[in-house]
């Protein structure tokens, strides 16, 4: 059997478990998907743990994403990105990978939006705002990240060639000129609140929300009711979950079954 699995502090709720575990089970791999609540001083024996006792693959989240780079040799994205998302040990050393970034692209190739030459808003400079504004950016799109505390957004456009930072008060400028506008904020976790002004969103504009829970969010509610289109942050985690399943694997991924695992899960 193989055995593959999330590594974070705190996992015991995460979604990756009965998204990996249906897809397993749809294409008929004899596998399981463990979570691993790791101690945070003891991070570079986890993995060194895990690499010994032949775990395959590990998805890895808050708080080792940064930690993850040091015990993997990361590819070019997850340098770039300076996180790791997924580990895979089947190379030597493991490889690490951040399918953070082109997860959340493949959702917008999922729906059909084009990220080439596209104006996009990337609202945040945390982990998710990176993955993002450098996923935009590869995709073509010209990429301006907006943040609260402004010096952290200036900090992730300088690393993003031709990226433009701003802080909060520039947003409902930036959202009257842009194509897609992305919340990488915690801002509508648990909560009915939105980091963008429900009069700056338009039609012919797409919303993109890293929050899932809710799936609905104030920011994807205000954008739909201006009739933008929307994709929720489901999108993102199914496919840096699916571009795992497919390293580790070397099989397709069935993208449906994983969504509704995922999707079911969400609506428990
Ligand atoms: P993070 O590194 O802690 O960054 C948090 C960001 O939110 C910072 O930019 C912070 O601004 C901003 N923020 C927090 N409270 C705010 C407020 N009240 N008003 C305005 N801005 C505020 O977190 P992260 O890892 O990037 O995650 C961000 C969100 O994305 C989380 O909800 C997470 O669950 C989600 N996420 C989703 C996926 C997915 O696959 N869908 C993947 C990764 C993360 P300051 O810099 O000013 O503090």
């Known amino acids: 059997m193989d055995v593959y699995g999330i590594i974070g502090n705190p996992v015991e709720h995460s979604l990756s478990p009965p998204m ?3 897809a397993f089970e749809e294409r008929g791999i ?3 998907f463990v979570t691993f609540e790791a101690d945070p001083d003891r991070i570079g024996e986890a993995f060194a743990g895990a690499e010994a006792l032949g775990v395959d693959g590990l998805t890895v989240t808050l708080p080792f994403k940064g930690d993850a780079l040091e015990f993997s040799e990361p ?3 997850a340098r770039r990105v300076g996180a790791v998302n997924t580990v895979d ?3 030597d ?3 690490g990978h951040n399918y953070d970034l082109s997860g959340a692209v493949r959702a917008f190739d999922h729906h059909d939006v084009s990220l080439d030459g596209a104006r996009t808003v990337v609202v945040g400079a945390g982990g998710a705002a990176r993955a993002l504004a450098f996923g935009f950016e590869e995709a073509g799109a010209e990429v301006a990240v907006a943040n609260r505390t402004e010096s952290k957004a200036h900090a992730l456009a300088d690393d993003v060639p031709g990226a433009s930072g701003h ?3 520039d947003l409902p400028d930036l959202m009257a000129d842009a194509d897609v506008v992305a919340n990488a904020t915690s801002v509508g976790l648990e909560s009915d609140e939105s980091v963008a002004p429900a009069d700056a969103w338009h039609a012919d504009q797409v919303a ?4 899932y829970t809710p799936l609905e969010t104030r920011f994807l509610r205000d954008a739909a009711d201006a009739g933008a289109e929307t994709i929720d942050g489901a ?3 199914l496919f840096q979950g699916v571009e795992a399943f497919e390293t580790w694997t070397g099989v397709d991924a069935p993208v449906e079954a994983m969504d509704d695992a995922l999707r079911e899960r969400l609506a428990e």
Do not use: I
């Open 20 to 22: 990996h575990e249906a």
């Open 75 to 77: 590819d070019d994205r």
């Open 167 to 169: 802080g909060l008060d």
């Open 93 to 95: 050393p493991p490889t």
């Open 30 to 32: 004899d596998a399981a």
């Open 89 to 91: 040990f089947a190379t």
């Open 235 to 237: 999108w993102m985690l």
């Open 208 to 211: 993109f929300d890293a929050v």
